[in-house]
T-cell receptor, first 113, second 112 residues
């Protein structure tokens, strides 16, 4: 039962353009969402997060949007840079089990010159 | 400030062998976690701890054991290794539960 889904395994975007990574979830008890970025042979690193009481959070080039009614969140990267090429994981916290995160399967972003 | 340190980085085990994956953090975080990542899959939680002396099972705990005798260390023990345990293992810690986890660089384990 995949409660957090990233349906696009990969995405290719030109440098300078917008990258949009999507994530869907099924559990209405999720109250906090995070995006992690992972380079090869490294551990994931925290990128940005959003609480379920908000619909948008912005940090520099990165913006996360949350649509609770659709159980959908997205990460926008503007402008995309070659250094953004990595695997991006969406994760969610269940308000009833607040010590644990559920991760999606990841989307590999490639930013081309 | 090293963050989360995992050892070893790579290991090959034979079926039935045992080993301990080490994890240490120097950020004084109460929460620590072990995840595994299989190819093309997300991270699955094996075990977690909310403080020294307290551990609990995650989604995929079978075949593993953990202990948390200090705030800093959270070793993961594999008993009787099986090919299904071939994976990349990540240790993580956080100050607040399930928020902004800091990950180690991972241990790539192959069981042959």
């Amino acid at each position: 039962d995949q409660q957090v889904k990233q349906n696009s395994p990969s995405l290719s975007v030109q440098e300078g353009r917008i990258s949009i990574l999507n994530c869907d979830y099924t559990n209405s008890m999720f109250d906090y969402f995070l995006w992690y970025k992972k380079y090869p042979a490294e551990g994931p690193t925290f990128l940005i997060s959003i609480s379920s009481i908000k619909d948008k959070n912005e940090d520099g080039r990165f913006t996360v949007f949350l649509n609770k009614s659709a159980k959908h969140l997205s990460l926008h990267i503007v402008p995309s840079q070659p250094g953004d090429s990595a695997v991006y994981f969406c994760a969610a916290r269940n308000t009833g089990t607040a010590s644990k995160l559920t991760f999606g399967t990841g989307t590999r972003l490639q930013v081309t010159l | 400030n090293a963050g989360v340190t995992q050892t070893p980085k790579f290991r090959i085990l034979k079926i039935g062998q045992s080993m301990t994956l080490q994890c240490a953090q120097d950020m004084n975080h109460n929460y620590m976690y072990w995840y595994r990542q299989d190819p093309g899959m997300g991270l699955k939680l094996i075990y977690y701890s909310v403080g020294a002396g307290i551990t609990d099972k995650g989604e995929v705990p079978n075949g593993y054991n953990v202990s948390r005798s200090t705030t800093e260390d959270f070793p993961l023990r594999l008993e009787l290794a099986a090919p299904s345990q071939t994976s990349v293992y990540f240790c993580a810690s956080s100050f607040v539960g399930a928020e902004k986890l800091f990950f180690g660089s991972g241990t790539q384990l192959s069981v042959l």
